[in-house]
């Protein structure tokens, strides 16, 4: 099993930002792809940002493009999120989630997730 645990959310005014972290225990694979996903309210969960385990590979939503930055550091297992910008529209509750193999923007493709960590922006 793998554990996944954010941290970093928070309340914050339109045009602040925010580090999420993501941080990952227990059995951990060889090599695993890491992705944040986000939902909104009144809306399904969504692709934010996904990093493969070499980090050199990055994959953004469209909304995250420019304003949002995956980073990894595998020695602390640790993922984060850089959130610039902030929009109110960008309130939700934010996941990371975690795979065995290439990272990627599809949810289901996913065997771990952590609880979430809330951002809220306000207006």
């Known amino acids: 099993q793998v554990q996944l645990v954010e941290s970093g959310g928070g309340l914050v005014q339109a045009g602040d930002s925010l580090e999420l972290t993501c941080v990952l225990s227990?059995?951990?694979?060889?090599?695993?792809?890491v992705g944040w996903f986000r939902q909104t309210p009144g809306n399904e969960r969504e692709f934010v940002a996904a990093i493969r385990y070499s980090g050199l590979t990055t994959y953004y939503n469209t909304f995250a493009k420019g304003r949002f930055t995956i980073s990894r550091d595998n020695a602390k297992n640790t993922v984060y999120l850089q959130m610039n910008g902030l929009k109110p529209e960008d309130t939700g509750v934010y996941y990371c989630?975690?795979?065995?193999?290439?990272?990627?923007?599809?949810?289901?493709?996913?065997?771990?997730w952590g609880q979430g960590t809330q951002v809220t922006v306000s207006s």
């Open positions: 989630a975690a795979q065995d193999g290439a990272a990627s923007m599809k949810a289901d493709d996913y065997h771990y």
């Open positions: 227990g059995r951990t694979y060889s090599s695993w792809g």
